[in-house]
Protein backbone atom coordinates (compact mmCIF):
# COMPACT_ATOMS: atom_id res chain seq x y z
CA UNK A 1 0.00 0.00 0.00
CA UNK A 2 0.96 3.31 -0.57
CA UNK A 3 0.47 3.75 3.34
CA UNK A 4 3.33 1.08 3.83
CA UNK A 5 5.60 2.95 1.58
CA UNK A 6 5.33 6.36 3.36
CA UNK A 7 4.77 5.69 6.83
CA UNK A 8 5.06 8.35 8.24
CA UNK A 9 2.35 10.16 6.05
CA UNK A 10 -0.22 7.04 6.36
CA UNK A 11 -2.43 8.70 9.15
CA UNK A 12 -2.65 11.77 7.40
CA UNK A 13 -2.98 10.56 3.76
CA UNK A 14 -4.43 7.12 3.75
CA UNK A 15 -6.72 5.49 5.34
CA UNK A 16 -9.20 2.31 5.91
CA UNK A 17 -12.91 1.49 6.76
CA UNK A 18 -15.49 -1.37 5.90
CA UNK A 19 -16.90 -2.48 2.76
CA UNK A 20 -20.39 -2.46 1.53
CA UNK A 21 -22.96 -5.78 1.58
CA UNK A 22 -21.67 -7.94 -1.00
CA UNK A 23 -23.92 -8.72 -3.90
CA UNK A 24 -22.35 -10.90 -6.06
CA UNK A 25 -19.48 -13.72 -6.19
CA UNK A 26 -15.84 -13.37 -7.88
CA UNK A 27 -16.68 -16.52 -10.13
CA UNK A 28 -19.74 -14.90 -11.26
CA UNK A 29 -17.77 -11.66 -12.36
CA UNK A 30 -15.86 -13.32 -13.71
CA UNK A 31 -18.28 -15.64 -15.43
CA UNK A 32 -20.24 -12.61 -16.35
CA UNK A 33 -20.91 -11.48 -19.89
CA UNK A 34 -19.32 -8.27 -20.24
CA UNK A 35 -21.35 -4.71 -20.74
CA UNK A 36 -20.04 -3.00 -23.85
CA UNK A 37 -19.37 0.79 -23.59
CA UNK A 38 -20.87 2.44 -26.86
CA UNK A 39 -18.71 5.00 -28.81
CA UNK A 40 -19.88 8.96 -27.97
CA UNK A 41 -18.76 11.89 -30.05
CA UNK A 42 -16.06 9.44 -31.84
CA UNK A 43 -14.65 8.65 -28.52
CA UNK A 44 -13.96 5.06 -27.23
CA UNK A 45 -13.14 3.70 -23.42
CA UNK A 46 -11.29 1.06 -22.00
CA UNK A 47 -10.57 -0.24 -18.41
CA UNK A 48 -7.50 -0.77 -16.66
CA UNK A 49 -6.08 -1.68 -12.99
CA UNK A 50 -2.65 -1.27 -12.19
CA UNK A 51 -1.60 -0.82 -9.11
CA UNK A 52 -2.31 3.01 -7.69
CA UNK A 53 -4.84 4.67 -10.35
CA UNK A 54 -2.19 7.67 -9.87
CA UNK A 55 0.49 6.15 -11.67
CA UNK A 56 -1.95 4.31 -14.21
CA UNK A 57 -3.91 7.66 -14.69
CA UNK A 58 -0.53 9.43 -15.45
CA UNK A 59 0.73 7.65 -18.12
CA UNK A 60 -2.17 6.67 -20.11
CA UNK A 61 -2.97 10.75 -20.03
CA UNK A 62 0.69 11.24 -21.15
CA UNK A 63 -0.55 8.95 -24.79
CA UNK A 64 -1.31 10.70 -28.23
CA UNK A 65 -5.27 9.79 -29.01
CA UNK A 66 -5.89 9.73 -25.01
CA UNK A 67 -8.50 12.65 -24.55
CA UNK A 68 -8.66 11.93 -20.83
CA UNK A 69 -8.02 9.25 -18.02
CA UNK A 70 -10.61 9.17 -15.12
CA UNK A 71 -10.04 7.23 -11.90
CA UNK A 72 -11.82 4.81 -10.11
CA UNK A 73 -12.59 1.27 -8.84
CA UNK A 74 -13.80 -1.76 -10.97
CA UNK A 75 -14.14 -5.43 -10.56
CA UNK A 76 -15.03 -5.59 -7.72
CA UNK A 77 -18.68 -7.38 -5.82
CA UNK A 78 -20.05 -3.99 -3.56
CA UNK A 79 -21.99 -0.68 -4.97
CA UNK A 80 -20.52 2.64 -4.65
CA UNK A 81 -17.07 1.66 -3.17
CA UNK A 82 -15.19 4.36 -2.06
CA UNK A 83 -11.78 4.84 -1.71
CA UNK A 84 -11.96 4.04 1.97
CA UNK A 85 -13.66 1.23 1.61
CA UNK A 86 -11.95 -0.28 -1.35
CA UNK A 87 -8.82 -0.06 0.88
CA UNK A 88 -9.86 -2.54 3.06
CA UNK A 89 -9.67 -5.48 0.02
CA UNK A 90 -12.98 -6.30 1.33
CA UNK A 91 -15.17 -4.82 -1.68
CA UNK A 92 -13.41 -7.13 -4.18
CA UNK A 93 -12.73 -3.71 -6.25
CA UNK A 94 -9.22 -2.73 -7.21
CA UNK A 95 -7.85 1.13 -8.16
CA UNK A 96 -8.52 1.11 -11.84
CA UNK A 97 -8.72 4.04 -14.71
CA UNK A 98 -11.32 4.75 -17.65
CA UNK A 99 -8.89 5.60 -20.32
CA UNK A 100 -11.21 7.83 -22.90
CA UNK A 101 -9.93 7.74 -26.23
CA UNK A 102 -9.60 8.27 -29.74
CA UNK A 103 -10.01 5.03 -31.82
CA UNK A 104 -8.83 6.45 -34.90
CA UNK A 105 -5.40 7.78 -33.73
CA UNK A 106 -4.71 5.02 -31.07
CA UNK A 107 -6.52 1.53 -31.39
CA UNK A 108 -6.94 -1.10 -27.99
CA UNK A 109 -4.14 -3.11 -28.94
CA UNK A 110 -1.74 -0.23 -28.09
CA UNK A 111 -3.39 0.16 -25.09
CA UNK A 112 -2.93 -3.22 -23.81
CA UNK A 113 0.50 -2.99 -24.89
CA UNK A 114 0.88 -0.21 -22.86
CA UNK A 115 -0.71 -1.28 -20.00
CA UNK A 116 1.73 -4.41 -19.65
CA UNK A 117 4.57 -2.63 -20.65
CA UNK A 118 4.39 0.28 -17.71
CA UNK A 119 4.35 -2.08 -14.48
CA UNK A 120 6.03 -5.14 -13.54
CA UNK A 121 3.60 -7.56 -14.79
CA UNK A 122 4.55 -10.36 -12.74
CA UNK A 123 4.02 -9.15 -9.25
CA UNK A 124 0.63 -10.57 -7.54
CA UNK A 125 -1.89 -8.45 -5.69
CA UNK A 126 -0.38 -5.16 -6.05
CA UNK A 127 2.62 -3.16 -8.01
CA UNK A 128 5.96 -2.15 -6.72
CA UNK A 129 5.17 -0.77 -2.93
CA UNK A 130 1.58 -0.81 -3.24
CA UNK A 131 0.46 -4.35 -1.74
CA UNK A 132 -3.20 -5.76 -1.87
CA UNK A 133 -6.30 -6.99 -3.72
CA UNK A 134 -7.01 -3.10 -4.31
CA UNK A 135 -3.98 -2.71 -6.35
CA UNK A 136 -4.27 -6.58 -8.74
CA UNK A 137 -3.71 -6.24 -12.04
CA UNK A 138 -6.98 -6.38 -14.27
CA UNK A 139 -7.61 -6.08 -18.00
CA UNK A 140 -11.39 -5.54 -18.34
CA UNK A 141 -12.79 -6.67 -22.12
CA UNK A 142 -16.38 -5.49 -23.56
CA UNK A 143 -16.07 -8.26 -26.20
CA UNK A 144 -14.86 -11.44 -27.27
CA UNK A 145 -12.66 -9.58 -30.38
CA UNK A 146 -11.33 -7.21 -27.05
CA UNK A 147 -10.60 -10.35 -24.75
CA UNK A 148 -8.76 -12.52 -27.73
CA UNK A 149 -6.28 -8.88 -28.34
CA UNK A 150 -5.85 -9.49 -24.13
CA UNK A 151 -4.80 -12.83 -24.41
CA UNK A 152 -2.45 -12.74 -27.26
CA UNK A 153 -0.69 -9.71 -25.88
CA UNK A 154 -0.49 -11.38 -22.69
CA UNK A 155 0.96 -14.42 -23.92
CA UNK A 156 3.53 -13.05 -26.01
CA UNK A 157 4.35 -10.44 -22.83
CA UNK A 158 4.79 -13.59 -21.04
CA UNK A 159 7.44 -15.24 -23.25
CA UNK A 160 9.81 -12.33 -21.69
CA UNK A 161 9.48 -13.64 -17.97
CA UNK A 162 10.21 -16.70 -15.74
CA UNK A 163 7.06 -15.62 -13.41
CA UNK A 164 3.45 -16.03 -14.64
CA UNK A 165 1.55 -12.96 -15.94
CA UNK A 166 -0.54 -12.15 -12.56
CA UNK A 167 -2.44 -9.57 -14.81
CA UNK A 168 -6.65 -10.98 -14.20
CA UNK A 169 -8.50 -10.75 -17.60
CA UNK A 170 -12.44 -10.69 -16.34
CA UNK A 171 -15.39 -9.20 -18.24
CA UNK A 172 -15.88 -5.48 -17.59
CA UNK A 173 -19.36 -4.65 -15.78
CA UNK A 174 -19.04 -1.40 -14.10
CA UNK A 175 -17.00 1.81 -13.49
CA UNK A 176 -17.42 3.53 -10.51
CA UNK A 177 -15.72 7.04 -10.57
CA UNK A 178 -13.41 7.86 -7.89
CA UNK A 179 -13.31 11.00 -5.11
CA UNK A 180 -12.84 14.28 -6.85
CA UNK A 181 -9.82 14.79 -4.88
CA UNK A 182 -7.98 11.38 -6.85
CA UNK A 183 -8.37 12.75 -10.12
CA UNK A 184 -5.21 14.21 -11.65
CA UNK A 185 -3.84 13.60 -8.51
CA UNK A 186 -0.09 13.22 -9.77
CA UNK A 187 -0.79 16.64 -11.92
CA UNK A 188 -1.93 18.51 -9.32
CA UNK A 189 0.13 17.24 -6.21
CA UNK A 190 3.77 17.24 -7.98
CA UNK A 191 5.34 17.46 -4.61
CA UNK A 192 3.43 14.70 -2.69
CA UNK A 193 6.03 12.33 -1.61
CA UNK A 194 4.36 9.77 -2.97
CA UNK A 195 4.23 11.17 -6.51
CA UNK A 196 7.73 12.44 -6.26
CA UNK A 197 8.88 8.66 -4.73
CA UNK A 198 6.36 6.20 -6.59
CA UNK A 199 4.23 7.70 -9.35
CA UNK A 200 6.70 10.09 -11.28
CA UNK A 201 9.61 7.52 -11.80
CA UNK A 202 6.91 5.22 -13.02
CA UNK A 203 5.69 7.88 -15.21
CA UNK A 204 9.44 8.43 -16.58
CA UNK A 205 10.27 4.89 -17.28
CA UNK A 206 6.93 4.50 -19.36
CA UNK A 207 8.25 7.32 -21.20
CA UNK A 208 11.48 5.94 -22.02
CA UNK A 209 10.44 2.98 -22.88
CA UNK A 210 7.29 3.98 -25.40
CA UNK A 211 8.50 7.90 -26.55
CA UNK A 212 6.82 7.49 -30.00
CA UNK A 213 3.14 7.17 -27.97
CA UNK A 214 3.88 10.37 -26.24
CA UNK A 215 1.57 13.53 -26.87
CA UNK A 216 3.90 16.39 -27.99
CA UNK A 217 5.20 19.04 -24.83
CA UNK A 218 2.85 17.03 -23.07
CA UNK A 219 -0.77 18.30 -24.66
Known amino acids: MRSIFLLSFSIFIFS ?10 RDEIANAEPVPVPIENGMARAYFASGCFWCVEAVYE ?6 EVISGYAGGHTKNPTYESSNTGKT ?15 NFE ?6 FGSQNPTQVNGQGPDIGSQYRSIIFYQNQQQKDII ?47 VSLPRLNKFKQKFPELLKENGQ
Open 92 to 106: GHAEAVEVIYDPKVI
Open 151 to 197: EKIKSQTAKNYDKPIAAEVLPFLKFWVAEDYHQNYEKLNPNNPYVQR
Open 16 to 25: CGNGNTQTVT
Open 62 to 67: SVKGVD
Open 110 to 115: TLVKIY
